[in-house]
């Protein structure tokens, strides 16, 4: 899976965020560093929703654009 993120210029390096993911950021010395952390947030934030949706009954959708 692709996930579009935004990187944020700071004072300290980099912070980065995935618009598709409420809540889900990181960030990193370097851009290199901030991508790389961005990936196990991304990793995390979804395990921890399949979590939360675990006995559920869960259905998709189809919006048209």
């Known amino acids: ?3 579009p993120v935004m990187l ?3 004072e300290e ?11 889900c950021w ?3 010395d370097t ?3 901030a991508l790389a952390n961005i990936q196990d947030a ?3 934030y979804l395990a921890a929703r399949a979590e939360m949706l ?3 009954e869960v259905r998709e ?3 048209g654009a």
Not at 13 to 23: A, F, K
């Open 8 to 10: 944020h210029p700071t």
């Open 42 to 44: 991304i990793q995390e």
């Open 61 to 63: 959708v189809e919006v």
């Open 31 to 33: 851009e290199e560093e």
């Open 26 to 28: 990181s960030e990193g």
């Open 13 to 23: 390096g980099y912070s980065v965020s995935v618009p598709g993911l409420p809540g």
């Open 54 to 56: 675990r006995g559920s």
């Open 1 to 3: 899976m692709k996930y």
